[in-house]
Structures are given as structure tokens and as C-alpha cells.
């Protein structure tokens, strides 16, 4: 009886080993693929930013003629600006007028 229950224990045991040592080998295979994959994608969303980051180089490099041209608008707009400040305060001076003559009608 004591060599029986020793065969039990050992049979299970190397069932179990074995059992454990087959998931273990699908385990590691499929974390590699997957390790795999996940390098593949990194691979493809970094070349993906790279184009990415270039074509917004060239913009950059397009722009950088830019400022001498919005600095010129800025000045128009200025301009305008002050010729508008100008028209609001003789709109005022005119409409303080006609609300003084307005008010010396009425007494």
C-alpha cells in the first residue's frame, strides 16, 4: 500500500509538472508575439510621427518668411486703428452736439 500511494504522488506530480511545463512554453510564446507586436506598432506610430514632425517642418520653414509680412498687416491694422479711435471721437463730439442743442429746445 505505501508503494501505491507513492505512485499516486508521483504520477500527479509529473502530470502536474507536465501540465505546467506545456503552459508554460504556450505562455512564453505567446508573450514573445505579443512583445513582437507591440514593437511592430511602436515601430510603425513612431515612423508615422516622423512624418509627421517633418511635414510641420516645412511648414515651420514656410512661415519663417511670415513675420515680415504680419508685422506689415500689424501696421495697417494700426493704422486703422487710429484712423477708427479718430472717426468714434468725432462721432462723439457730434453726438454731444446734437444732444446740447437737443436739451436747449426743450427748456
Known amino acids: 500500500m505505501d ?18 511545463g506545456l503552459f508554460s512554453v504556450y505562455n512564453g510564446r505567446m508573450t514573445r508575439r505579443e512583445i513582437e507586436r507591440g514593437d511592430q506598432r511602436t515601430h510603425t506610430l513612431l ?37 477708427l479711435a479718430l472717426h468714434m471721437q468725432d462721432m462723439d463730439k457730434r453726438h454731444t452736439e446734437l444732444l446740447t442743442r437737443i436739451a436747449e429746445k426743450i427748456r
Open 47 to 83: 515612423e508615422r510621427m516622423n512624418g509627421h514632425l517633418e511635414k510641420m517642418d516645412g511648414r515651420l520653414e514656410k512661415m519663417n518668411g511670415r513675420p515680415e509680412s504680419i508685422d506689415g498687416r500689424m501696421e495697417k491694422l494700426a493704422e486703422h486703428m487710429e484712423q
Open 3 to 20: 508503494i501505491v500511494i507513492w505512485t499516486y504522488i508521483f504520477g500527479g506530480a509529473t502530470l502536474f509538472a507536465l501540465i505546467v
